[in-house]
């Protein structure tokens, strides 16, 4: 059986320690995948193995838009643009964000809770308010 786990990578907590992990500088990107998919913190990368195939989706994602990292008190937050595959017929149970720039190394696994589906129309993933108690990525 497969299985889907929302985590942080172990990849990117090590990527953090490195040049890789400039992330406002680097491209990141959010690929779709199926409910047969196995994702987890021990992703290490973009694979293409169980990706989403549809109508207004190509493999590898979209490109993270107005990528930003910043404080919210002592806490570090991740935020970007919602993610909008507009025109599309998918079927998505996660998404991977992933560095582009970085050998596309695995940064972490969002997990919808099941399958999401677009017809014809909008997938579009929405991220929290970027703050302490909310955002994506937050490092404390």
């Not at 021990?42 to 993270?64: C, F, I, M, P």
């Not at 930003?68 to 017929?89: E, L």
């Not at 596309?104 to 970027?130: H, M, R, W, Y």
Request: glycine share 6%; aromatic share 8%.
């Amino acid at each position: 059986t497969m299985a889907i786990t929302q985590a942080l990578c172990v990849a990117f907590k090590e990527d953090l320690m490195s040049p890789g992990a400039n992330l406002e500088a680097n491209t990141l990107k959010l690929a779709l995948y199926t409910n047969a998919a196995t994702l987890n913190e021990n992703t290490t990368a973009y694979t293409t193995s169980q990706e989403v195939s549809g109508t207004g989706y190509s493999a590898g994602g979209a490109t993270l838009a107005n990528v930003a990292v910043t404080t919210d008190g002592n806490v570090a937050i991740f935020d970007c643009d919602n993610v909008a595959f507009a025109n599309s017929t998918i079927t998505a149970q996660a998404a991977l964000i992933y560095n582009n720039s970085n050998s596309n190394s695995a940064i972490c696994v969002l997990d919808f809770g099941g399958d999401k589906s677009s017809t014809n129309g909008t997938f579009e993933i929405q991220f929290p308010t970027a703050d302490a108690n909310n955002a994506l990525i937050r490092i404390s």
